[in-house]
């Protein structure tokens, strides 16, 4: 091997689970303590404390595109690199990115990134941690809309949202909202109030899996926008939703017309 | 302690993953070397060995409700027991059908099962392992149906697509058919021929994470119904899906109309 035939490298994209490091799956431990290098938003960096002998790149939350070319670079010398996401990394987090990442290459970066060998690893994604301590909200048909109106249209999630509220399915949202946007979740409300029943079952499970973590469950029309923030998901139920005790679940049968 | 106030015993509605050991988190490992049984259907069984020294309690899988009755009437004795799921539980699967048994318990089940702690712990599901063996296909918005039409009306199934379809959700399909209803695919693609354009990309992961594990990815227009089977999730990607190299992807971001 010499400098022009690098050895091939990885690339692995993976999902750290909710928060709980015991939500990790087995694979993504092992993947982590043989890896050279780790790329992530600074606090999942943190995460990685004690599990490998790493070299860390943490970047800002909103250089992913740099942060997937940056990583291939590396990979492409041989290096054994993560990509850090939160949750699963194929719902809303690093795997997209990576692919539009090699998807615009130039023909300079597609021929350096040739060797790379690249896994997506899958996680514990957030709605799934949330719906396991509340009970089985999702326990039925649901969909899964991300709130933030950053990289699609206010218009387009609004109508996701009727729709998938006239179809009945239950919804799990990520990202209802932030300080940089603040009405994700708001603009949500009202179109559920506009579809649902009052007595629509909403769920908030915040910091799911961690020491701070809270579970509250109400009636859509005892819902206010506040109660959601950016490390809330929210969990709509559909129209057969109940609460048996301390519980939420979402029944598998669903009646005939 | 007498045989008039038991000890208090513990459920544990866990989820094994899809089928590689390895998928599973460390949480549910831990759960299942501390239990004293287990009760699940037969193949989730044969999973357990190695793992712990557990009373065994294999059944048939259209005994759930059964099922969930006499893993809470030993738990009420102050066992340390087990429900298994493939995937994750709350994910159609055991989950809601425990709660469902606890929703519609007599009040002598009420009193009895009064001290058993239950608790759900997460896996991860078929879908998003699926997912990450492919690329990202669900990496924006997207919605999970069941196509089996065992517990509900197949002209909800049917809705629930053509809307998945009009919102422009990527959809993974579960039990897409098997050999007692082997229409529900062959349904579901008469509505997305309907819905979507021809070169919609159509993923199928058969015996997904498992040694024999098959990936296909194909235009709407060229998929026939016995391309799914009862062991093969389907992904249907969005109106955005595309391939890059061998991955399928879909981007995080969706154009303004």
């Known amino acids: 091997m010499n400098a022009s035939t690098p050895a091939s490298g990885r690339l692995s994209v993976v999902g750290l689970g909710p928060g709980d490091a015991a939500l990790m799956t087995e694979q993504v431990r092992a993947t982590i303590a043989a890896a050279s290098d780790a790329f992530g938003y600074f606090p999942y960096i943190e995460r990685l404390q004690g599990l490998g002998h790493l070299q860390l790149h943490a970047s800002d939350n909103r250089e992913e595109l740099d942060r997937a070319r940056a990583a291939l670079d590396l990979a492409a010398l041989g290096r054994q690199v993560l990509m850090l996401s939160s949750g699963d990394p194929g ?55 991300n709130l933030s ?97 301390q519980h939420v679940y979402t029944p598998r049968s669903y009646p005939h017309a």
């Open 149 to 245: 109106d950053n990289l699609k249209p206010a218009a387009v999630i609004e109508k996701r949202i009727r729709l998938a509220a006239q179809a009945d399915f239950a919804m799990a949202f990520y990202n209802p909202c932030s300080t940089s946007r603040p009405e994700g979740f708001r603009r949500a409300l009202r179109v559920l109030a506009e579809e649902c029943e009052p007595g629509r079952l909403i769920c908030f499970a915040r910091n799911v899996s961690r020491p701070d973590e809270t579970l509250q469950v109400l009636p859509l029309d005892a819902v206010t926008p506040e109660m959601a923030d950016m490390r809330t998901v929210v969990i709509v139920g559909n129209s057969m939703t109940r609460q048996v005790g």
């Open 91 to 145: 719902v809303f987090a690093m795997a997209s990115a990576v692919f539009e990442v090699l998807d615009v290459a130039t023909p300079e970066q597609v021929q350096r990134w040739a060797t790379v060998d690249i896994a997506v690893q899958p996680g514990i994604t957030a709605m799934l941690a949330a719906a396991a301590r509340l009970g089985a909200p999702l326990g039925h048909d649901f969909c899964c809309i």
